[in-house]
C-alpha cells in the first residue's frame, strides 16, 4: 500500500464522514466477505438502523454539489440521464501490485432507495471503480460493470433483491433499504495487472442529479490473482458466503 484516503468522486482528498463507513454486517443477512469488516459508501448516511446517526429516511445529504470523473455519469442504454452529481464519496488507494500478481479482484453490493420509483430515468445514482492507469476492457478507466457495459445503477442487470425479485427481500432487513428499495447481490469484479506496477483504485458513489434517495455500497474482500492466468475486466454475481 502507497497511499489510502477518502476523497470525491474527482479525486480531490476529503476526510471521513457520515457518508463513509466500516461495517462488521449489513443488518442481519449480510456478512462480511473476508476478514471482520467491510467498507461502506454512500449519498447519504453510511450508516444501520442501529448504529449511531442513523439517517432515518431515504435522504440525507452530506458532500453536497461534486464534480464528476471525466465521462460520468454514464447513461444506460435507453435511459438518459443528467449530468450533474451530489454527495459524492469515495475511498482511493494507491497500491504496489506483488511481483507474482496477474490481478485482483474485490466484492461489492449496492443498494438504492431508487428503486423502483426511479428505474430508467434521469435521477440514477451511480457506483464506480476507477482505475488508473486504464485496464484494457474498462470504460473511462471503470471496471464494474454488467455485461451490456451499463454502469451500477437500478438499471444494472444484476439489480436483484427486491420484493418480487429473484433473490428475494432477506438481504434488505435490517439495512434502511427495508421498504420500497432494492439492490444487487454481491459481485465480484475483476481485473488484470502488470507485477511490479502502481495502480490507483478510486471506489465511488453519488446521487446523479438531486440530493435525494440515497443510495449504499458495500466493498470487500479484495484479493490478488496469481495463479491461473491473468483475468479479464468483468463483473458476475457469487455466492453469499453467510
Same mark, same amino acid.
Given at each position: @500500500? ?25 443488518? $442481519? ?8 469488516? @467491510? !467498507? ?6 453510511? /450508516? /444501520?438502523?442501529?448504529? $449511531? ?12 454539489? #461534486? ?5 460520468? $455519469?454514464?447513461?444506460? *442504454?435507453?435511459?438518459?440521464? !443528467? +449530468?450533474?452529481? &451530489?454527495?459524492?464519496? *469515495?475511498?482511493?488507494?494507491?497500491? /504496489?501490485?506483488?511481483? &507474482? ?28 471503480? !476507477?482505475? *488508473?492507469?486504464?485496464? @484494457? #476492457? ?16 437500478? &438499471?444494472? *442487470? ?16 435490517? =439495512? ?13 469484479? =475483476?481485473?488484470?495487472? +502488470? ?22 455500497? !458495500?466493498?470487500? &474482500? ?18 453469499? $458466503?453467510?
Amino acid at each position: @500500500m502507497i497511499a489510502a484516503g477518502y476523497v470525491r468522486a474527482d479525486g480531490v482528498p476529503t476526510s471521513a464522514s457520515l457518508a463513509t463507513g466500516i461495517l462488521d454486517n449489513f443488518g $442481519p443477512n449480510v456478512a462480511v466477505q473476508g476478514g471482520e469488516r @467491510m !467498507l461502506a459508501l454512500s449519498s447519504g448516511y453510511a /450508516r /444501520r438502523p442501529t448504529d $449511531p446517526n442513523y439517517c432515518g429516511g431515504i435522504s440525507c445529504s452530506v458532500a453536497g454539489i #461534486g464534480t464528476p470523473p471525466p465521462g460520468f $455519469p454514464q447513461d444506460t *442504454a435507453g435511459c438518459s440521464g !443528467l +449530468t450533474n452529481i &451530489n454527495d459524492d464519496a *469515495a475511498l482511493q488507494v494507491a497500491i /504496489r501490485t506483488p511481483k &507474482n500478481a496477474t490481478g485482483y479482484s474485490f466484492n461489492f453490493k449496492f443498494y438504492s432507495q431508487e428503486y423502483p420509483e426511479w428505474v430508467c430515468t434521469s435521477f440514477n445514482d451511480q457506483f464506480i471503480s !476507477l482505475v *488508473a492507469p486504464p485496464p @484494457m #476492457g474498462s470504460i473511462n478507466g471503470n471496471i464494474s460493470f454488467d455485461s451490456a457495459n451499463n454502469p451500477v445503477s437500478v &438499471n444494472v *442487470a444484476f439489480f436483484d433483491v427486491c420484493p418480487g425479485c429473484p433473490a428475494g427481500e432477506a438481504e434488505l432487513l435490517g =439495512t434502511g433499504f427495508d421498504y420500497d428499495a432494492g439492490a444487487t447481490s454481491w459481485l465480484k469484479t =475483476t481485473a488484470p495487472v +502488470t507485477g511490479g506496477d502502481e495502480v490507483t483504485i478510486r471506489w465511488a458513489i453519488w446521487d446523479t442529479g438531486d440530493t435525494g434517495w440515497d443510495s449504499t455500497v !458495500l466493498v470487500d &474482500n479484495f484479493q490478488w490473482v496469481a495463479t491461473g492466468g491473468t483475468p479479464s475486466v468483468g463483473t458476475e454475481p457469487i455466492p453469499d $458466503p453467510k
